[in-house]
């Protein structure tokens, strides 16, 4: 039904995920998560590092968790931000010492679903037990039900109750008294013009913040019981830069693609010629940012020297002092072959994120060493291409080839999945 607008339960969602924005937790932890659609929200800020849904019905967590793993350009364009997504079954009502000690808890439209005698086990195994730093409840306000059209009884044919704004302030201060808490009382959805201070808010609810903050929590766990009774249903990490292996082929990609964009600038420029990379590169004002780059200086262990006095180092070997090399595809004849030497001095300071990746010159060199999709001159300090496309071998035909289909290009958002419309048995 269009009564609010967003839905009510996006303005739920929102509501955490504007929490997360402004307090940044690192473990973030979402019970009843069932379809795993706040989850699926959650991934994508990154400043969480751990990320877990539970739920009772292992069944529809299973048909859904997939979605909650890394897309293609996580893995082509992965970050520093390292995540892991947890799954469980299991019951609020049961403790599990996997979940202690969280920097927020939320618990969105679920208590309703307990029993009075298991909302007490929630509030024990929740707020005594695993002692989150937040937490946010969010639950129907009953005293909003007579202006939700048609509605009789209950809004949701599983709900045990449906507290008035004056229980779920008695609950909510009764829990903060026990177990240390402090809360603020707010909530989503709000009424028709002049009766938001008669009725309050669709859905209530409550932001818990825990006394004492870490230290407390410091205290309490001494006393904590080692106790395990969920059942683990998916796991993955996602792709991070800090693991070696992946920063090694995101750095050889971006030196690869930087090295030929440098050299095709400086053919166009000795040539006269204006090729689309050209173009395509001075409508976006890569090129110019390079030889803007190239007017600071770099620094190294080993020497300090101008990205421009580098710049004239980007040259044809076959018309400088360096290196020429031999064709062995001809045995018979004898062609040279012509290349261009590409300073890791100048990719260094003219890609920003090849200079965040490798730190210096002299990682730099390291890093791409043993690199087979890179071609290193003899003392190490420059990338050798072919002048010419036609130039390739196939080995360097299979990389580049697989370079322009490893998704550096402009990456296409998948679009979002279609929201249920707004209904009361549902979503309230």
Not at 133 to 145: G, K, L
């Amino acid at each position: 039904m269009g009564l609010f607008t967003p839905a009510l339960h996006r303005q739920r969602h929102q509501f955490v995920i504007d929490f997360v924005k402004r307090k940044k937790p690192k473990k973030v932890l979402d019970l009843g998560c069932c379809e795993c659609v706040l989850l699926k929200q959650l991934k994508f800020h990154r400043e969480i590092e751990l990320l877990v849904g539970l739920d009772i019905d292992g069944v529809q967590v299973k048909k859904k968790m997939h979605g909650l793993a890394p897309i293609s350009t996580d893995y082509l364009q992965p970050s520093y931000d390292q995540l892991r997504i947890e799954l469980y079954q299991g019951s609020v009502t049961e403790k599990d010492a996997r979940l202690r000690g969280f920097d927020l808890v939320t618990s969105i439209e679920l208590i309703e679903h307990l029993t009075l005698a298991d909302v007490e086990l929630f509030s024990e195994v929740v707020f005594g037990y695993l002692t989150p730093e937040a937490v946010i409840v969010s639950t129907p306000n009953s005293d909003f039900n007579p202006f939700l059209p048609g509605l009789v009884g209950f809004r949701h044919s599983d709900h045990k109750f449906e507290w008035t704004r004056a229980e779920f302030k008695s609950w909510a201060m009764k829990v903060c008294l026990q177990y240390g808490y402090e809360v603020e009382l707010t909530g989503v959805g709000q009424a028709p013009p002049g009766q938001q201070e008669r009725v309050g808010f669709c859905s209530q609810i409550g932001v818990f913040h825990r006394l004492g903050g870490k230290e407390r929590y410091n205290m309490f766990d001494e006393d904590a019981e080692d106790v395990f009774s969920y059942t683990l249903l998916y796991s993955i990490i996602y792709p991070s830069l800090h693991d070696n292996n992946i920063l090694r082929r995101v750095l050889m990609c971006e030196v690869v693609y930087w090295a030929e964009k440098l050299k095709r600038r400086w053919i166009a420029e000795e040539t006269g010629e204006r090729d689309d990379t050209y173009d395509l590169c001075q409508a976006k004002g890569e090129g110019g940012e390079c030889f803007r780059a190239s007017e600071r200086h770099v620094d190294t262990e080993e020497t300090q020297t101008a990205c421009g006095a580098e710049m004239k180092t980007l040259v044809d070997q076959e018309k400088g002092d360096g290196e020429l090399f031999w064709t062995h595809s001809q045995p018979d004849s004898e062609k040279w072959r012509r290349r261009v030497s590409v300073p890791l001095a100048v990719l260094w300071c003219c890609c920003p994120k090849v200079s965040v990746l490798s730190g210096s010159v002299s990682n730099l060199r390291l890093l791409l060493m043993d690199e087979p999709g890179v071609k290193l001159s003899q003392d190490g300090s420059a990338v050798l291409l072919n002048h010419q496309e036609q130039d390739l071998d196939d080995d360097e035909e299979e990389h580049r080839a697989d370079f322009e289909d490893s998704g550096y290009a402009e990456a296409r958002q998948c679009p979002p999945s279609a929201e249920p419309a707004e209904d009361w048995e549902a979503n309230v």
